[in-house]
T-cell receptor, first 115, second 112 residues
């Protein structure tokens, strides 16, 4: 079965620092996608970044980058130069052939950014 | 703003009742997904529709049903509500089943 594991329930960082949110996954599929979503306290789910299993380069979107290590089955999110507005819950998710097209989510990591 | 709309934003009802949640996907998106987010279960996939047809089912209870209409909006019907059904219900859409999913703002259901 497919599974996403986020082992950090909470992370604390100061403004302008970089932070890494961990995500490991388990799948027997050869083709799959990895996603990160941000959920602020208002509740909406905001798509941040996507990495395909066959992508050779790590994905980047502005201050977000995905550190994809396929052999280790990890897909960590790196946020550079943290801002107060980054305080939120972050979810790692995957979508693979076995689960059809539905996203499977981890339990999330709460990021708190202080000034 | 993802372009996905959900109504209502909040819903408070009593046990045993029936409610309908509505979702309008982004313009041009044929796929609609429903997810449930609760404190104990986290984010769980419920059901997926593509261009009016059911494509996949996840952890959806028999008391729950959904449909996608010709104009591509979707409704999630929850019946015989229990306290444990209290959750945030998200709809997400994508242009094709394998594409990125864009989430609506969610409907927060409270069952008293």
């Amino acid at each position: 079965a497919q599974k996403i594991t986020q082992t950090q329930p909470g992370m604390f960082v100061q403004e302008k620092e970089a932070v890494t949110l961990d995500c490991t996954y388990d799948t027997s599929d050869q083709s799959y996608g990895l996603f990160w979503y941000k959920q602020p306290s208002s509740g909406e789910m905001i798509f941040l970044i996507y990495q395909g299993s066959y992508d050779e380069q790590n994905a980047t979107e502005g201050r977000y980058s995905l550190n994809f290590q396929k052999a280790r089955k990890s897909a960590n999110l790196v946020i550079s130069a943290s801002q107060l507005g980054d305080s939120a819950m972050y979810f790692c998710a995957m979508k693979g052939h076995q689960a059809g097209t539905a996203l499977i989510f981890g339990k999330g990591t709460t990021l708190s950014v202080s000034s | 703003d993802s372009g996905v709309t959900q109504t209502p934003k909040h819903l408070i009802t009593a046990t045993g009742q029936r409610v309908t949640l509505r979702c309008s996907p982004r313009s041009g998106d044929l796929s609609v997904y429903w997810y449930q987010q609760s404190l104990d279960q986290g984010l769980q996939f419920l059901i997926h529709y593509y261009n009016g047809e059911e494509r996949a089912k996840g952890n959806i209870l028999e008391r729950f049903s959904a449909q996608q209409f010709p104009d591509l909006h979707s409704e999630l019907n929850l019946s015989s509500l229990e306290l444990g059904d209290s959750a945030l219900y998200f709809c997400a859409s994508s242009p094709v089943p394998a594409g990125e999913q864009f989430f609506g703002p969610g409907t927060r259901l409270t069952v008293l």
